[in-house]
């Protein structure tokens, strides 16, 4: 059954340096998503991603962070400038459709230290 | 702001019976309504969609919509001790990015 996957699953990294979080989507997916989870809080959308473009972002998702899709697979998640608040798990997810169901990947735990 | 609440619980049921866990939802225009699973420290799982008002069955899950009263819930028949997890209520916010509720965190007695 097609997943979503992500690497890595643990990444650590000190305060203001640039990490990228990748992503693969179900192949014949279209619409991709970051989302992030802070331990013992809620799920929260930060950004959506349609033909090459944002098509919706956010309050969260402010200029240290930036989405691209690289070449016909990958999907990243680039946080600049990390922060200690950034510490968090990262989910990506894609669906087929606009508003329509989202699968997830298994998170990626990123701890700024 | 548009918001999705779930009662945190825990709730606790046991084993071979009925788990009810609600959902309500503040965006009156909403049309799509989702239910994942979420196991401590791993991803939401999505267990059901729903996108009329009514029932929707798959299993041992039901999912059931009510718009005008802007609840939706879910229903796990024959509860099983690996039911045991958090489960999340998702609705799309203005196109398609998700805002779930907290969750709520459901515990099956053997």
């Known amino acids: 059954e097609p997943e979503v996957t992500q690497t890595p699953s643990h990444q650590v990294t000190q305060m203001g340096q640039e990490v990228i979080l990748r992503c693969v989507p179900i192949s014949n997916h279209l619409y991709f998503y970051w989302y992030r989870q802070i331990l013992g809080q809620k799920v929260e959308f930060l950004v959506s991603f349609y033909n090459n473009e944002i098509s919706e972002k956010s309050e969260i998702f402010d200029d240290q962070f930036s989405v691209e899709r690289p070449d016909g697979s990958n999907f990243t998640l680039k946080i600049r400038s990390t922060k200690l608040e950034d510490s968090a798990m990262y989910f990506c997810a894609s669906s087929d459709g606009v508003a329509d169901e989202q699968f997830f990947g298994p998170g990626t735990r990123l701890t700024v230290l | 702001q548009k918001e999705v609440e779930q009662n945190s619980g825990p709730l606790s049921v046991p084993e071979g019976a009925i788990a009810s866990l609600n959902c309500t939802y503040s965006?009156?225009?909403?049309?799509?309504f989702f239910w994942y699973r979420q196991y401590s420290g791993k991803s939401p799982e999505l267990i059901m969609s729903?996108?009329?008002?009514g029932d929707k069955e798959d299993g041992r899950f039901t999912a059931q919509l009510n718009k005008a009263s802007q609840y939706v819930s879910l229903l796990i028949r024959d509860s099983q001790p690996s039911d045991s997890a958090t489960y999340l209520c998702?609705?799309?916010?203005?196109?398609?990015?998700?805002?779930f509720g907290k969750g709520t965190h459901l515990i099956i007695q053997p």
């Open positions: 965006d009156r225009g909403s049309q799509s």
């Open positions: 998702a609705v799309p916010i203005q196109a398609d990015g998700l805002t």
């Open positions: 729903i996108y009329s008002n």
